[in-house]
Every structure is written in structure tokens, then in C-alpha cells.
Nanobody
Framework: QVQLVESGGGSVQVGGSLRLSCLASIYDYRNYNMGWFRQAPGMEREGVAAISPAGTVTYYVASVKGRFTISRDNAKKMLYLQMNSLKSEDSAMYYC?????????????????????WGQGTQVTVSS
């Protein structure tokens, strides 16, 4: 049974940092694409960042480039999102997601429908 458990969310002031973690109970985790999504109240779920199975290819939404870094540790079956220079508009519930198909041409990394499994989310609140 696949399970994704996020942690590391919290409240932080504008300009601060947080590091989100996701523990993936997936047998062959190293074969999965992984992503971070976020959803604010009344908004659609948005792809924030994604990473290839080996961690060699990463993707970011334009609004977080240069501030957020996605990484993974396949030995520990962990996914991370380092978030720096946080802005109030980064406030949202953040979700970890897993795509079982691995790297494929034309992978729509920011499309929630591309992912098979989801965590329960961790709340990030950025205040001024």
C-alpha cells in the first residue's frame, strides 16, 4: 500500500524559510517521478516543483524559481522542498505526489492528473 506523509509545514514570516519533507512508503520509490503541489482556499491545485526518478531533472513553476529547491533521497525514500524567501502568496496546503510511470516524453509534471498517489498535505502560512 502506497503512503505519502508530509511534514515540515508551519507558520513563518515573510522572507523566512521552511523545509518540507515527504516520506514515501513505496517499494520501488526510485522509479517514481515525484512532485510538490499546493492549494490555497478557493484556488485550484498548483504544481510547484517536480523531480525525475534519479533526481537529475527538476521542474519549477515560474513563481518559485530561484527560491524553492526540490530534492530527493532514494535510499531513504524521502522527498524534500526547501523554501526560501517565502512570500505571503506562498501560503497554502502543500501536497506530495507520486507518479508511477517514471520519466516519459511529454510528461506534464504540473498536471495533478499525471500523479497516482497523494499525501494528506502540510499547511504553510506566511505572514507579514
Amino acid at each position: 500500500q502506497v503512503q505519502l506523509v508530509e511534514s515540515g509545514g508551519g507558520s513563518v514570516q515573510v522572507g523566512g524559510s521552511l523545509r518540507l519533507s515527504c516520506l514515501a512508503s513505496i517499494y520501488d520509490y526510485r522509479n517514481y517521478n515525484m512532485g510538490w503541489f499546493r492549494q490555497a482556499p478557493g484556488m485550484e491545485r498548483e504544481g510547484v516543483a517536480a523531480i525525475s526518478p534519479a533526481g537529475t531533472v527538476t521542474y519549477y513553476v515560474a513563481s518559485v524559481k530561484g527560491r524553492f529547491t526540490i530534492s530527493r533521497d532514494n535510499a531513504k525514500k524521502m522527498l524534500y522542498l526547501q523554501m526560501n524567501s517565502l512570500k505571503s502568496e506562498d501560503s497554502a496546503m502543500y501536497y506530495c505526489a507520486a507518479d508511477a510511470r517514471g520519466m516519459q516524453y511529454g510528461w506534464r509534471w504540473s498536471d495533478p492528473d499525471e500523479y497516482n498517489y497523494w499525501g494528506q498535505g502540510t499547511q504553510v502560512t506566511v505572514s507579514s
